[in-house]
């Protein structure tokens, strides 16, 4: 059976709506206690609650039942894409992010400063997120280290972060991860789970021995992490399925990536807040029919089991809507990528709240935007494959299918 996607590029048709998709990171969460309110329920949330009364609310789940996805294949969800068919490595996202043309035999991964103890055992995967300056004179270091046969390129992304790239003959990216996700553990070696990836394991294990060597007598940032081998996949562009004339508007690295990784134009912000984001939404708004906008914040304070911190980080967000709401968009989507409880302090499985806005949505009349009033929602439960296609048909962008 072809994929739902290749079905429905045969099904759009230009429009000249304004459509506009509001991503919060990590948006679901979980109550701190069994019967409580999760983050989204427990923020003051006037604007968003006033566009749910007008508004279908609904639940997505980005890859299926049961499975925790990254932030990359939760974004190719929402974007209509099949996470599983166009599975991709985090550092090919990064590399992206960063405007860096990646080869089609590059090889990318994501690179963490950390901070291990005398017995080499991680106690921060990431090092305090050490500042982006210090991080930029740490790589130059990292630069300096050389291995016959192979081109290192090492690019800085944002506090503890990095892209790791290699060029070389007869390399694989079919390689283990290097971080084990979680402190009280030794960094894990590179093994390469095809043969034609057994050079490059022995690369990476080199280089990683050699940073170790070169960073042993920083305080914090002794130690590095690499994570999320790939090349560069070849995906459909965004415009060919949904002709639309796309624009991202995200400050990291890796949400930037992944939009331009679908053919989104990337638009320059000036500034980091959520209210710099919405100000490059007012500026270019003539510009695109579609807009990605992407907040942070949701999911740091998730990540780091900071609950009142992801309250505060959603009222902020919802204190700009009536920006947007100003330019008279046509749809509105407001959901996010995956969930990140606070009470978990990571990424989780929950599906997650959606909201679609526009003057044919079926509203509830309810106002109140939230992971339990969602539940109940006319849209029901969905894959987030299927909010692009929906969002579209609101647009008129959809043809009717046979006679």
Known sequence: ????????????????????????????????????????????????????????????????????PGSGPGH??????????????????????????????????????????????????RAGRLPTQESQKLVDLLRTIKIEGVEIIIEPVKEHRFVFILRSH??????????????????????????????????????????KQLLAPQPVANMILLRGFDRLPKVPKFFDLYKLNAAAIAVNGMYRGVARLVGMDILPVDGLSIGDEFSALEKFWSQYDYFYLHYKKTDTCGEIGDFPGKVAAIEEFDAQLPRLMALNPDVIMIGGDHSSPAVMKSHSWHPVPLLLYSRYARSNGISMFGETICRSGSLGIISAQHVMPLALAHAGGVAKFGA
Not at 178 to 198: F, Y
């Open 170 to 211: 007869g390399i694989g990216a079919d390689i283990t991860d290097m971080d084990p996700l979680r402190v009280g553990l030794a960094p894990l070696e590179a093994k390469a789970v095809s043969p034609d990836s057994l050079k490059t394991a022995r690369i990476v294990n080199q280089f990683v021995q050699d940073a």
């Open 76 to 125: 190719l969800a929402m974007f209509g894409y099949d996470p599983i068919q166009y599975e991709i490595g985090r550092g090919a996202l990064e590399a992206l992010g960063v405007d860096f043309e990646l080869g089609s035999e590059d090889i990318a991964a994501r690179g963490n400063f950390c901070t291990v103890d005398q017995n080499g055992i991680l106690v921060d995967r």
């Open 1 to 68: 059976m072809k994929p739902f996607v290749d079905f429905f590029q045969k099904m759009t048709v230009p429009s000249d709506s304004k459509i506009v998709m509001l991503i919060l990171d990590g948006l679901g969460g979980l109550p701190l206690m069994p019967g409580g309110k999760t983050e989204l329920e427990t923020a003051r949330t006037p604007n968003m609650d006033a566009l749910a009364a007008r508004s279908e609310l609904g639940l997505t789940i980005p890859v299926g039942p049961g499975i925790t």
